[in-house]
């Protein structure tokens, strides 16, 4: 991996690099896109290729990635699907670049100072803003949304063992008078193309785009997500959808999370509960498969 790049400001400055356009809801992995800026109408983000399957653990990651809205006088709204970010080890105090919690230091920055966090920032990418306080854990982060049309994501991992893994919807969107826009039943605006679309996703907030009655009237998928515009002067092949209930080692954290107060260890238990029953599960039938031909063979 590439050196680490240094202080806040010049590590976003080179996040405005060439950005790709696209019209048509994209899926991509924000692992890929580091360094980059992405612009259309919706995009589903994962944090990497095998979500939901794996975490990803590459320790001492810092990738950053903007998202610009379709248009200048368009907005950028961001949800978690799924999420999942911490260290099963905290890092050194050497290691850290948040600042010292003191009175005025929101408790989820003071939360996530010793681990791995993702922290949005507003833009343009040459005068990044922190939006919000960094975010961490298993418990799913509350919606966010850019005054203008820049919105950026930083993904920091430190420690041992980080542990992350998170699907988030990308929407671009426009209040007041919506012209060839979709009008959601809360008064947002978004682009037609994001209405009943492939994943379900709820780009209105409110669930009116995806609504089997008027004005959306989905009565099943109207496009195929494609990954167009998510690299930069790179092309990859259309992506499968994405299995966002996947039978893997994750399935307990996408319906529910450990409480809060268990450590990482029991954690990583928890999360890895459906999948050791599954083995059990699958060795319990095939002993008994085993005995039953044995049994058969006896007989005869």
Avoid at 176 to 184: D, E, S, V
């Amino acid at each position: 991996m590439e050196a680490r790049l240094l202080q806040l400001p010049q590590r976003l400055l080179l996040l405005g690099a060439a950005a790709l356009t696209a019209s048509a809801l994209e899926t991509a992995d924000l692992v890929d896109l580091c360094g980059q800026t992405w612009q259309g109408d919706g995009l589903l983000l994962r944090s990497h290729s095998a979500s939901r399957k794996f975490y990803f653990v590459a320790p001492d990651t810092d990738c950053g990635l903007w998202v610009r809205a379709a248009t200048p006088s368009d907005r950028i709204r961001f949800q978690f699907r799924f999420f999942l970010v911490y260290s099963l080890t905290s890092a050194s105090p050497t290691s850290q670049e948040s600042p010292a919690p003191n009175a005025s230091t929101p408790a989820s920055a003071v939360a996530c100072a010793p681990g791995s966090y993702l922290q949005f920032y507003e833009g343009p990418p040459g005068a990044p803003r922190p939006l919000g306080a960094p975010v961490c854990g298993l418990t799913i982060p509350v919606p966010v949304a850019s005054t203008g049309d820049f919105l950026g994501l930083r993904l920091v991992t430190r420690g041992r063992q980080p542990r992350v893994d998170f699907v988030g919807e990308v929407t671009s969107f426009r209040s007041g008078f919506c012209g060839p826009y979709f009008r959601c039943r809360n008064g947002r605006c978004i682009p037609p193309s994001l209405v009943c679309d492939l994943w379900g996703m709820d780009n209105c907030g409110d669930g009116s785009d995806q609504a089997s009655w008027p004005p959306a009237n989905c009565t099943g998928p109207s496009q195929t997500p494609s990954q167009e515009g998510s690299t930069d002067n790179t092309s990859k092949p259309p992506t499968a959808p994405l299995a966002l209930r996947s039978a893997g080692p994750l399935g307990l954290a996408a319906g529910s999370s450990p409480p809060a107060g268990w450590g990482p260890a029991q954690r990583d238990a928890a999360l890895e509960g459906p999948w050791l029953q599954k083995v059990a599960l699958a060795s319990s039938l095939l002993l008994a498969s085993a005995g039953l031909l044995t049994g058969l063979l006896c007989w005869h």
